[in-house]
């Protein structure tokens, strides 16, 4: 029995297809997810559970134009994960076929959707339920990052962001061009670039070494120069920073 997620920001659309998904003998639970930001979480709960675990997913019936993350853009993320659910896309457009069949997606559904060919769609799922890799492994890319601007997803290159500031759960990413908010701790984000050359100089930010133009001592407060703006750097991190500074090429 497949345990199936679909993601749909339109209600109607969404009720409708947990409709017919539950109809089907061969779907065990259909769960629904307003949006692409939404399924990602409950997918990762699903994978920190475990395959046989009670949140389980085996397919998710993925919508494509949603605003902020689109459906695309979560299949893509997918392709990161070590075991990814397969994915259906569904969705009112034929333009976006090619990349979906790209990302190795069971079936391409069109709105509205039909009882017999969503049953196409389930059958093929349920085949290929088990099958290894179902969708590409392959790491995340390691150059850019996804941000949300303005409904849109864009990827900005890691080597364009100077600085990250910590607000709350989030972290704002600051580039020459303007700055970005993602909800990713700066935690996080220390662990994944320390290797692109990416220090902690505060409880606050974390700066690219390439980026800092000046170390500056006044009065025995420390604090760098990065672009225009000064960044003040706090005790416990002024002795890693000047011996990294020292020794950077």
Same mark, same amino acid.
């Given at each position: 029995?497949?345990?199936? #997620?679909?993601?749909?920001?339109?209600?109607?659309?969404?009720?409708?297809?947990?409709? =017919?998904?539950? !109809?089907?003998?061969?779907?065990?639970?259909?769960?629904?997810?307003?949006?692409?930001?939404?399924?990602?979480?409950?997918?990762?709960?699903?994978?920190?559970?475990?395959?046989?675990?009670?949140? !389980?997913?085996?397919?998710?019936?993925?919508?494509?134009n949603?605003p902020?993350?689109?459906?695309?853009?979560?299949?893509?993320?997918?392709?990161?994960?070590?075991?990814?659910?397969?994915v259906?896309?569904?969705?009112?457009?034929?333009?976006?076929?090619? %990349?979906?069949?790209?990302?190795?997606?069971?079936?391409?559904? #069109?709105?509205?959707?039909?009882k017999?060919r =969503?049953?196409?769609?389930?059958?093929?799922?349920?085949e290929?339920?088990?099958?290894?890799?179902?969708?590409?492994?392959?790491?995340?890319?390691?150059?850019?990052?996804?941000?949300?601007?303005?409904g849109?997803?864009?990827?900005?290159?890691?080597?364009?962001?100077?600085?990250?500031?910590? %607000?709350?759960?989030?972290?704002?990413?600051?580039?020459?061009?303007?700055? /970005?908010?993602?909800?990713?701790?700066?935690?996080?984000?220390?662990?994944?670039?320390?290797?692109?050359?990416?220090?902690r100089?505060?409880?606050? /930010?974390?700066?690219?070494?390439? /980026?800092?133009? *000046? #170390?500056?001592?006044?009065?025995?407060?420390?604090? &760098?120069? &990065?672009?225009?703006? *000064?960044? %003040?750097?706090?005790?416990?991190?002024?002795? *890693?920073?000047?011996?990294?500074?020292?020794?950077?090429?």
């Amino acid at each position: 029995m497949l345990r199936a #997620l679909a993601v749909d920001d339109e209600r109607p659309s969404l009720e409708e297809l947990l409709y =017919l998904l539950n !109809a089907d003998p061969r779907v065990g639970s259909a769960e629904g997810a307003g949006d692409a930001t939404e399924a990602l979480r409950r997918i990762n709960r699903a994978l920190e559970s475990g395959p046989g675990g009670p949140e !389980a997913i085996d397919v998710v019936f993925l919508d494509i134009n949603m605003p902020g993350l689109d459906g695309l853009d979560l299949a893509r993320l997918l392709t990161g994960f070590a075991e990814p659910p397969l994915v259906v896309f569904v969705t009112a457009h034929e333009d976006f076929a090619v %990349q979906a069949f790209e990302l190795k997606a069971v079936d391409y559904v #069109l709105k509205p959707v039909r009882k017999e060919r =969503l049953a196409e769609a389930v059958r093929r799922a349920a085949e290929l339920r088990g099958t290894a890799p179902r969708i590409p492994v392959s790491e995340p890319d390691p150059d850019h990052i996804p941000v949300e601007l303005g409904g849109v997803t864009r990827f900005v290159p890691v080597e364009d962001i100077t600085h990250v500031e910590a %607000q709350g759960d989030y972290a704002r990413l600051h580039t020459v061009r303007g700055s /970005h908010l993602v909800r990713i701790p700066l935690a996080t984000l220390e662990d994944r670039w320390r290797s692109r050359g990416f220090v902690r100089i505060h409880r606050r /930010h974390l700066v690219a070494l390439r /980026h800092i133009g *000046e #170390l500056r001592l006044d009065a025995g407060t420390v604090s &760098v120069m &990065v672009g225009s703006e *000064e960044l %003040q750097v706090s005790r416990r991190h002024t002795r *890693e920073l000047r011996d990294l500074l020292t020794r950077r090429p």
